[in-house]
């Protein structure tokens, strides 16, 4: 049974920084690509940025302009969200997700592809 479980989320004001962390077991983790999603109330779930499984390759949605690192340490089974100069459109519970093959398909960012869910943390930036 895949287990996913972030942490690191908390309030924070307008321009500081957060670092997501996810740790997922129940699988060859260094076989999958990884992938943050979030979602705010009200809003569907939207994919932030994803991971190949060689760290290789890395993928952000639009609204990230730079703002945002992912990164990997397979030898942890651990998965990672930099987030800096945050702002309030940035509050949300996110979500990290063991992707179904070790590439981002070019639909990361959709929900569909996720292979398990774990509770998620959530991340409140305020004006």
């Known amino acids: 049974q895949v287990q996913v479980k972030e942490s690191g989320g908390g309030l924070v004001q307008a321009g500081g920084s957060l670092r997501l962390s996810c740790t997922v077991s129940?699988?060859?983790?260094?076989?999958?690509?990884m992938a943050w999603f979030r979602q705010a109330p009200g809003k569907e779930r939207e994919g932030v940025s994803c991971?190949?499984?060689?760290?290789?390759?890395?993928y952000y949605a639009d609204f990230v302009e730079g703002r945002f690192t992912i990164s990997r340490d397979n030898a942890k089974n651990t998965l990672y969200l930099q987030m800096n100069t945050l702002k309030p459109d940035d509050t949300a519970m996110y979500y990290c997700?063991?992707?179904?093959?070790?590439?981002?398909?070019?639909?990361?960012?959709?929900?569909?592809?996720?292979?398990?869910w774990g509770q998620g943390t959530q991340v409140t930036v305020s004006s």
């Open positions: 997700a063991p992707q179904k093959l070790g590439a981002c398909l070019d639909s990361w960012s959709s929900a569909t592809t996720a292979r398990a």
């Open positions: 129940g699988l060859t983790f260094d076989a999958v690509a």
């Open positions: 991971i190949n499984w060689s760290y290789r390759d890395t």
